[in-house]
């Protein structure tokens, strides 16, 4: 993306009095969020052992940090990417029933990323899990759990205007649901990413749905791993995926800001058939996913939300170094200094 200097950038909080606001936004909302979805709070690893299947994969291509244990016969373990795959087996470990679950704090270095404004090496989600009935996979459920997400963070919005009133609301009354074969039918010629700027920017908040699968133009909206979300289930619209990402408007960048990434989970039949489509049959071997074959996992939703990337769009900042302590090239911090922009 590279980085962007807004025009006129305003700095709306001080850093002391910004370090007030995190907090007040990460305790609002992650209070909100366990009560729309009955969520209790656990305890999440920073690290799993490699060759389990727990870690995310991501788009399919991204390396993970890595060490070996020493007292383990060098054993090798990587920082998490997400904790989607772990969660899970949290969900049938506690013995946890359809209707509740569990969120946490993730944290993971992704040393893959560009720095700009809202890429950092360090990312901080609320990673959350609820465990569904078969009869709940349907496309249905999934809105309407994004549906209750969203009123959780407009809900938070308030509490920001409450406390600051000069940082006015900017969150649209409801967000739009759009699949991303319709994208393509409303926005013939553009690219995926080109898609999702259209449409953010007219409705403001959406929920881009089916994101995995290939589309009409033979290519998907965008990629993901075979083995967390489901993309390849034909849903009661008429297009394939259960899974997708909330996009709100950034206004002070103008530009698309991904703020979920969330979705029902994979069923036996439909990661058997998503590590076919992949060419990665070869996991069917690995710990997760021979439970999950078997059938000893129940069937979930879950997803990730950005916690520095929420505190960086209620507070209006414009670069997410300016709610989160990471390192930044010096040439970066260097030039955003010169428009008021404070990187932690």
């Known amino acids: 993306m590279g980085l962007i200097i807004p025009e006129k950038y305003h700095l709306k909080l001080l850093p002391e009095t910004t370090e007030i606001a995190i907090k007040i936004i990460k305790d609002a909302f992650q209070e909100r969020l366990s009560k729309a979805l009955n969520l209790r709070r656990v305890t999440a690893p920073l690290f799993v052992l490699s060759g389990t299947g727990l870690n995310d994969d991501l788009n399919g291509v991204e390396h993970a940090v890595g060490f070996d244990i020493a007292d383990m016969g060098n054993r090798h373990a990587e ?165 997708g990402d909330i996009m709100l408007w950034n206004d002070v960048l103008d530009i698309p800001f991904e703020l979920s990434s969330m979705g029902i989970r994979v069923s036996a039949e439909s990661l058997a058939e998503q590590l076919r489509l992949r060419g990665c049959e070869e996991r069917r071997q690995l710990m997760f996913h021979r439970s999950l074959l078997a059938g000893e996992l129940p069937y979930s939703i879950g997803g990730g939300i950005g916690q520095s990337r929420l505190c960086m769009l209620l507070l209006q900042k414009a670069h997410i170094g300016e709610v989160q302590a990471s390192i930044w090239p010096e040439e970066q911090v260097a030039e955003c200094l010169k428009h008021n922009i404070y990187l932690m």
């Open 79 to 243: 920082v998490v990417h997400s904790l989607a795959k772990w969660k899970r087996t949290k969900l049938g470990a506690y013995a946890i029933p359809a209707g509740y679950g569990l969120y946490t704090d993730m944290n993971a270095i992704r040393t893959f990323e560009e720095l700009d404004n809202i890429h950092s090496l360090y990312v901080d989600q609320w990673d959350w899990e609820r465990t569904i009935n078969e009869s709940d996979r349907t496309l249905d459920y999934l809105v309407a759990t994004v549906r209750e997400i969203y009123a959780a963070l407009k809900e938070t919005e308030m509490i920001i205007y409450e406390r600051f009133p000069h940082i006015i609301p900017r969150l649209p009354d409801d967000i739009h649901i759009v699949h991303s074969q319709q994208l393509i039918d409303m926005y013939p010629g553009l690219t995926a990413k080109e898609r999702e700027r259209e449409v953010t920017r007219k409705y403001r908040a959406v929920f881009i749905v089916g994101i995995g699968a290939p589309l009409s133009d033979g290519k998907p909206h965008d990629n993901r791993a075979p083995d967390y979300d489901d993309w390849i289930t034909l849903n009661s619209d008429g297009y394939r995926g259960l899974n």
